[in-house]
């Protein structure tokens, strides 16, 4: 099955294209202070190693914004400020070298203050993202609204408001607390704009609840063909919403390149730590180096002979255990015995093999 996208206009952040036919982009925010450089630019370093792609910033002040310049000379995702209250900020934004900027129409609405942002944007050749939340949303004026209604109505008001001055490099979100609400609005304003969608879901709660319910809210989305960038918002380490993104593309096929490792739950037939296994090699797998793969590579860990020799052989590379040892498959086809301690160290050599460029540490 070959998931159908929804045909959006393409959108250039930095280097980055979201939108058309492109990958679903991978974004994340950094949740230091902003004018703290060192502690940013380290923060947004291990984003990209974990295959972070945009990275959003929080402009809560003017030192802020002069802080990006420093920032994007320090790194090298795309820097997109985000502007709250403070139209000023946005203008400061753009002018120390924001890739892009988002404003929420909940408290930035007065048009000339609008007017005032979107000249400067297309004088430098930025996009914008029009970021609404449920929590900031303001009310349409029917006190029987949904919120779903309160986030396509204000979202649209504000396209059509831009539009009239005749800007349209655009990308839009509409995030609520829970994923009915937040499947619907994008559901519905993927139906009347051709813009590029932003998934996500705001204040998701604990990191466990907060996967759960962005997986099921973006991968249903996703399914539909709807939405060209994503971000798992939790309440963690920001490298953790990476991982998880990843995760849920990749469990569509919607993500190129990058290793997916398939392993069983083990059951009483499993004689040996599986467990360990899987995250020795998931460890090692989240080195940059593996995302740089030209095509996805799929390999399997089993525990027992029941569903394990059949998961391997499907597999580019797998294992499937017995008791104390198992069989390496590569491609279907049997190669050796592995032995439990030597798993990990073997299947990273046969990746490898497969790609050489790996262990001379250039990119495809």
Do not use: W
């Not at 979201?18 to 703290?36: A, E, F, N, R, Y």
């Not at 820097?79 to 909940?106: M, Q, T, W």
């Not at 303001?138 to 029987?144: I, L, T, V, W």
């Not at 190129?256 to 020795?280: A, D, M």
């Amino acid at each position: 099955m070959e998931i159908k996208r929804r045909n959006s206009r393409v959108i250039k952040v930095g280097d980055c294209l979201i939108g058309g036919k492109h990958p679903v982009v991978i974004q994340s925010m950094t949740k230091t202070k902003t004018s703290d450089i060192d502690k940013t630019v380290g923060q947004i370093q291990q984003l990209e190693t974990a295959g972070c792609q945009i990275v959003r910033l929080a402009i809560r002040d003017l030192t802020d914004a002069k802080a990006l310049k420093k920032i994007k000379a320090k790194t090298n995702l795309p820097l997109v400020a985000d502007i709250h209250f403070s139209y000023r900020l946005a203008i400061a934004a753009i002018e120390n070298g924001a890739d892009k900027i988002r404003l929420n129409p909940g408290n930035i609405d007065k048009p000339k203050e609008i007017r005032a942002v979107v000249d400067a944007l297309a004088a430098s050749g930025i996009p914008l993202r029009i970021g609404l939340n449920s929590g900031s949303v303001k009310d349409s004026g029917h006190r029987k609204s949904s919120m779903t209604d309160k986030l396509v109505t204000a979202c649209m008001g504000y396209v059509k408001i831009i539009e009239k001055l005749k800007f349209n490099d655009i990308v839009i979100s509409l995030k609520a607390n829970n994923v009915l609400d937040t499947v619907e609005a994008y559901r519905k304003v993927a139906k009347v704009c051709d813009y590029p969608l932003h998934l996500g879901l705001t204040a998701t709660g604990a990191p466990d609840q907060g996967i759960i319910k962005s997986s099921v809210a973006l991968g249903s989305l996703l399914l539909e063909g709807i939405g060209d960038t994503i971000r798992v918002s939790l309440t963690d380490n920001p490298v953790e919403e990476v991982i998880a993104a990843k995760c849920i593309l990749e469990s569509l096929g919607l993500r190129r390149g990058g290793v997916q490792l398939i392993s069983c739950p083990t059951c009483g037939r499993c004689e040996i730590n599986l467990i360990s296994i899987v995250k020795e090699l998931e460890n090692a797998l989240a080195a940059k180096t593996y995302e740089q793969l030209a095509r996805p590579l799929k390999i399997a860990v089993m525990g027992c002979v029941v569903n394990g020799p059949g998961e391997a052989k499907e597999a580019d590379l797998g294992v499937a255990f017995g008791r104390g040892a198992g069989v390496l498959f590569a491609r279907g086809k049997i190669v050796k015995k592995v032995l439990v301690k030597d798993c990990v160290q073997t299947l990273l050599k046969e990746i490898n093999l497969i790609h050489p460029e790996i262990k001379k540490g250039t990119r495809r």
